[in-house]
């Protein structure tokens, strides 16, 4: 059968598993659609891209009824350039409209020109033409799933002005925000979005995770429900996670002072929720295995999990050091409490603090913090690290380079520095072989090869530790 004969039957099937990995335009519209859209053309009225920049390139425009910009993304659309790869992953993070191409360029060694070049090569657009369009997906989604009002809508894309709004709107959706407008405007204090991901999810097997290491009083659970109070730019909210299993998608409720603060919300939430990851590209090296094969039969569609911010990760990481789950995750409590922050939250009548940066590391007082001399001392000059930018926790970054780097930190060793590229940069070929579940669980294995797993080694360790961690649950970790 044909890949575009594949195309067209799973688009008739409107399959899940295929959202975000190609994408259908209709030669008699002239739009193009999601394949889970309800829409079926007829095949020869129909041609099929790889990505949705492709689609608009041949002069096509997104769908009103499935939207696009919703899908989860696919490394397929991302570029051939690893560093076209790793500048649209920064541009996801960026947090304000105002894009200054040179300094964008400059935090990838290159001149803006030749960025610009290799953009316009891989994706047909520049990256200050993505990073805008970004922003105006954003404001479709919150016009289409929210009532909040258009004016919150444009600060919330990032714009100061509601004519510049309205009319960069109607010229990429041809519709002006009033006209797409579902939901009539209230005052709602908290916003509910969905967030896409391809089936299978196994969104148990993350609250797992997060529920054995929950980040101090940050973080709460109920059954199927995750509650976190976040901080973006000094400010405090509250967001609440459930999965949706028959949209394929996660209910992401929002309760948080400032809308500007929603796309930097939404981009760590598909982070730590692992939504981009693609189970079938997974899977099909996974599968090669007959062991792996029936551990990926028993937890389907095992996620990445990590963390709210990385610098939680590398922090549990070092407290976690040769003590168990819960030592490890009462230490990290008993830091919040010495050096965090008051969040003006209150849970169960109590004071919620926040989780302390790198700066008030430093200035913390940490002798009554019940871990090793040598374990403060890594705390500290990891924080001093960060401070002074000798060290990035960017998951963008080269990650031979960040590993070479944490080395050089007194105190962290091969474990520590592969379970942070793991967790904290989400490098999906990082394997942590020498943490002693991990161990264990490769000696069940013993006629697998783990290295033939590359480059999704990671998803192999998430797959271990939900097989064996309870077993080993009480067993003393390596450093």
């Not at 990838?108 to 105006?136: C, M, W, Y």
């Not at 001399?373 to 970054?397: D, F, H, Y």
Request: hydrophobic share 40%; net charge positive.
């Amino acid at each position: 059968m044909k890949k575009d004969d594949v195309f067209y039957n799973a688009m008739l099937a409107r399959d899940p598993r295929f959202d975000g990995k190609f994408f259908v335009g209709v030669k008699t519209t002239g739009i193009y659609c999601r394949p889970i859209c309800p829409a079926k053309p007829k095949r020869e009225n129909v041609e099929f891209f790889s990505n949705h920049l492709a689609a608009e390139k041949a002069g096509y425009r997104p769908c009103l009824r499935c939207r696009p910009e919703s899908a989860p993304q696919s490394p397929a659309w991302i570029g051939k350039s690893a560093l076209v790869r790793r500048a649209i992953k920064m541009i996801d993070k960026i947090e304000t409209l105002e894009f200054n191409e040179d300094e964008f360029a400059e935090l990838f060694g290159v001149s803006a020109r030749h960025l610009r070049r290799l953009f316009i090569e891989d994706v047909g657009k520049t990256p200050k033409q993505l990073s805008f369009e970004n922003r105006l997906n954003l404001a479709r989604q919150l016009i289409t799933e929210t009532a909040l009002p258009i004016t919150d809508v444009a600060f919330a894309a990032g714009f100061n002005s509601i004519r510049r709004f309205n009319d960069a709107f109607k010229e990429r959706f041809k519709k002006s925000p009033s006209e797409i407008r579902r939901k009539p405007v209230k005052d709602d204090s908290t916003l509910t979005i969905r967030l896409s991901y391809r089936p299978p999810f196994d969104f148990n097997g993350l609250l797992h995770f997060y529920r054995s290491h929950a980040v101090g009083q940050l973080e709460w659970f109920e059954e199927g429900v995750m509650h976190r109070i976040v901080e973006v730019n000094g400010k405090v909210g509250q967001i609440t996670l459930s999965d949706l299993p028959d949209e394929s998608c996660i209910k992401l409720q929002i309760n948080f002072p400032d809308t500007t603060a929603l796309h930097a919300i939404i981009s760590r939430v598909r982070s730590l929720m692992d939504l981009d990851s693609d189970p079938v590209v997974v899977a099909n090296t996974l599968e090669t295995d007959k062991d792996m094969k029936a551990l990926l039969k028993k937890h389907p569609g095992i996620r990445l999990p990590s963390s709210w911010d990385p610098f939680e990760v590398v922090v549990a990481a070092i407290l976690g050091q040769v003590v168990s789950v819960e030592r490890g995750r009462a230490l990290v409590n008993d830091l919040i409490e010495l050096a965090g922050s008051d969040s003006g939250f209150l849970r169960d009548g109590k004071s919620v603090r926040l989780f302390p940066t790198p700066a008030q590391v430093i200035k913390a007082d940490l002798k009554n913090l019940k871990t090793t001399t040598r374990r403060k001392e890594t705390l500290v000059a990891l924080s001093k690290a960060l401070v002074k930018g000798e060290l990035s926790l960017e998951p963008t970054q080269d990650v031979d380079s960040f590993v070479e780097k944490i080395l050089g930190i007194p105190g962290i060793g091969p474990w520590t520095a592969s379970y942070m590229a793991l967790k904290a940069l989400r490098h999906t070929d990082a394997f942590p072989a020498t943490d002693l579940i991990i161990a264990r669980a490769m000696a069940e294995h013993p006629k697998t090869k783990f290295e033939n797993f590359s480059p999704w080694r990671g998803y192999v360790a998430a797959l271990l530790w939900r097989e064996y961690s309870h077993v080993l649950k009480k067993t003393r970790r390596k450093k």
